[in-house]
């Protein structure tokens, strides 16, 4: 199986490497048969004069069954490129990517807010208020008078059951609880059509309970009790937002990692954003685009029932847990010293064995 990996900027390059030195062992252990492949996309292609997504890429991506996509910073882009749409935003639109699923849990000898948690935040990834990406032509967000800017926030009948049922069905396998995450008191058309939905769709899976939760009081819920929430499902920007509170409240925003999927594709990204300020520091933490890449593997695994695929992917969870259990690999977000280079080093050998 070939991996794509596109490392993106700021710390992108240095989080690839630490991932991919984990992978190539896992790959060897359990004789999985990848072939890495590495691409410039971001900073690094438009310095060779190409856009920040060549389209030769994104056709590779289309067709490759495994990418792990970096971090990007487009506003920090040239302006020639500023008008462009991100290569998160390209691959998303593209693949239909409609399910962003982010986990976040409380792991054994990471600081934490929380006390115990695990919980899986599942936003809609291609509606809501994201302006580059809901449209069919033109933006979501415009200005008619100098004076007056607008956006517009999309919510279809069929993005918000797409996202309930893969909410739902993870819910299934999990703890069986969902909670649905709305403003539904103000956006009462939107959010009233989202909320419709995902209630239609809760009666087919009468063997999960069902909560709804206005966002502001989720935000402090989250808080004040994480270890109630199971399933998490939402719109695109509470989503957002919803899930870096998660991943901090659970360590930190190098812990939250995600995949981006639709029914027969799915991509490996990092929650977090490109980290400018500790970029090429060698202080990233690579953990979130382990978990992502980790996730990637389950979800192939689950799909095509390759069992092989699936001990792979939860010995790196393991391998994971076991470098995190050491403070001698905390990576400084997490309070520790070490670099991104000794974590990865750390994880290798802890995969290996
Ligand atoms: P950020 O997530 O990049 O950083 C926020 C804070 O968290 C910073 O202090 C950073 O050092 C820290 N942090 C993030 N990831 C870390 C890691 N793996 N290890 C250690 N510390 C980590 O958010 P930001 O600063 O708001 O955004 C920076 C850039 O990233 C912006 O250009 C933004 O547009 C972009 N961004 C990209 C994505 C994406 O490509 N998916 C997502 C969010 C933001």
Redesign the pocket.
């Known amino acids: 199986m070939k991996i794509l990996i596109l490392p993106?900027?700021?710390?992108g390059a240095e989080?690839t490497v630490a991932t991919r030195l984990a992978l190539e062992v896992l790959d060897r252990k359990f004789a999985l048969g990848l072939e890495f492949v590495e691409r410039d996309i971001g900073m690094a292609a438009i310095e060779k004069g190409l856009d920040p997504m060549p389209d030769a890429i994104m056709e590779e991506v289309r067709a490759t069954p495994f990418t792990m996509?970096?971090?990007?910073?487009?506003?920090?882009y040239p302006p020639e490129a500023q008008h462009l749409p991100?290569?998160?935003s390209l691959i998303r639109d593209n693949l239909d990517l409609f399910a962003n699923i982010r986990p976040s849990r409380t792991r054994p000898g990471v600081p934490s807010v929380a006390k115990q948690m695990d919980l899986v935040i599942v936003r809609e990834n291609t509606e809501g208020f994201y302006a580059v990406r809901t449209m069919f032509e033109g933006k979501g967000e415009f200005m008619p008078t100098p004076d007056l800017a607008m956006s517009m926030r999309k919510i279809t009948v069929q993005g918000s059951r797409r996202i309930a049922k893969v909410a739902f069905d993870l819910a299934r396998v999990r703890r069986k609880k969902v909670t649905v995450v709305h403003k539904g008191n103000v956006l009462r058309i939107t959010d009233g059509l989202f909320l419709r939905e995902v209630r239609s769709v809760a009666q087919d899976y009468p063997d999960v309970e069902t909560e709804e939760i206005i966002v502001d009081a989720m935000a402090a819920l989250l808080i004040r009790r994480p270890e109630s929430f199971d399933v998490v499902v939402t719109t695109n920007l509470f989503g957002d937002i919803l899930s870096?509170e998660a991943a901090e409240l659970s360590g930190?925003?190098?812990?939250?990692g995600s995949i981006n999927a639709s029914n027969d594709h799915a991509v490996a990204?990092?929650?977090?954003?490109?980290?400018?300020?500790?970029a090429n520091q060698n202080?990233?933490?690579?953990?979130?685009?382990v978990i992502s890449a980790q996730m990637l593997l389950k979800w192939h695994a689950n799909r095509s029932g390759n069992n092989q695929l699936a001990s792979a992917a939860a010995h790196l969870e393991t391998a994971l847990d076991d470098v995190l259990a050491d403070p001698a690999n905390h990576?400084?977000?997490?309070g520790g010293n070490a670099g991104?280079d000794e974590f990865g080093e750390a994880l290798a050998r802890a995969v290996d064995q």
């Open positions: 993106g900027d700021g710390i989080i996509l970096g971090p990007v910073s487009t506003m920090e991100s290569p998160s870096d930190g925003l190098g812990l939250g990204q990092a929650a977090h954003g490109s980290a400018p300020d500790i202080k990233a933490n690579p953990t979130a685009l990576t400084v977000d997490i991104t």
